[in-house]
């Protein structure tokens, strides 16, 4: 499966943005799916997850009732809408998907990568 994210901008504290992940490829919805963000000279760090029908969703407790993970299988998309921006969301955003039901917190355990869209939240 090949990941496209975009929707990446700069943005003002307070302010909102949606990511899109778009994926190629067949049996969408057998895929877990994550958000994953990385700053300069820091991990990447587990956002968020999804389950291949979107039922299951988890979060990284720094973005908890800020950002919601969704999906639309129809159309081969995951989501990520970012609510509430702060300084320190300010990261290169990646999608990535995992050829398991369920999504991990782990990115080592995801085989597909999108290319990444940057995120900067002004103060």
């Known amino acids: 499966v090949q990941l496209q994210a975009s929707g990446g901008g700069l943005v003002q504290a307070g302010g909102s943005l949606r990511l899109a992940c778009a994926a190629s490829?067949?049996?969408?919805?057998?895929?877990?799916m994550g958000w994953f963000r990385q700053a300069p000279g820091k991990e990447r760090e587990f956002v968020a997850r999804?389950?291949?029908?979107?039922?299951?969703?988890s979060y990284a407790d720094s973005v908890k009732g800020r950002f919601t993970i969704s999906r639309d299988n129809a159309k081969n998309t995951v989501y990520l809408q970012m609510n509430s921006l702060k300084p320190e969301d300010t990261a290169v955003y990646y999608c990535a998907a995992r050829a398991t039901y369920y999504g991990t917190t782990n990115p080592n355990e995801y085989g597909y990568w999108g290319q990444g869209t940057q995120v900067t939240v002004s103060s």
């Open positions: 490829g067949r049996a969408f919805s057998m895929y877990g």
């Open positions: 999804i389950s291949g029908a979107g039922s299951t969703t």
